[in-house]
């Protein structure tokens, strides 16, 4: 999962030079990592597709993406899930029904372990926003969601979930960031 890039808010807006070059190193390393990619997922907000596009060039030149299917969706748009532990209120209590709901129908379409009846890997690149991955995060390791809040990621980071077909998750890393120069690095 990638954190798109330098925002304002939640509006839909476009990534600055900052985040557009935060955006190319990721892409470089995604396909460093030599993994032959299967899926791309990603919000239809703006700044998530452009973050999308600039990893998907960087994939392109590596040969990592060739059979990768691409996907956008509304379900993945920045939102706030669920009311946090301890509560903090940083927006209506009404978007958490809006919101959560949506983000919680994005979990469960793409974090799931795979079909009995697959039986090869797949790598897929989720791109959309924070508070979708935090979210994610918690819950695909049972942790209670209201946590969401207690993580931080930077902009551009990567998280890595693992599902095995027999239900275990394992994280490697939750907003790695150290693919970029510390001046690239920042938070929204």
């Known amino acids: 999962m990638v954190n798109t890039n330098k925002i304002q808010m ?6 600055t030079k900052l985040g557009q070059q935060q955006a190319e190193s990721t892409g470089k390393r995604l396909s460093d990592l030599g993994v032959k990619y299967t899926g791309l997922v990603v919000s239809t907000m703006t700044r998530a597709r452009e973050t999308a596009d600039i990893i998907l060039k960087e994939l392109r030149k590596a040969e990592l993406c060739k ?9 993945l748009r920045e939102g706030h899930p669920i009311h946090t532990e301890p509560y903090v209120r940083f927006k209506r209590d009404s978007w958490e029904f809006i919101d959560g709901a949506r983000i919680e129908a994005a979990f469960r379409r793409h974090v799931h372990r795979a079909h009995y009846s697959e039986r090869e890997e797949q790598h897929d690149i989720i791109v959309c926003h924070a508070n979708v991955i935090r979210y994610f995060v918690c819950r695909a390791l049972q942790n209670p969601p209201e946590g969401w809040l207690r993580m931080g990621l930077a902009n551009g980071s990567i998280t890595e979930v693992t599902l095995e077909p027999t239900g275990e998750v394992y994280i490697a890393c939750i907003g790695d960031k150290g693919h970029m120069t510390s001046d690239m690095v920042t938070f929204s």
């Open 10 to 15: 939640i509006k839909d807006c476009i990534l």
């Open 67 to 75: 059979d990768i299917e691409f996907s956008e969706t509304d379900m």
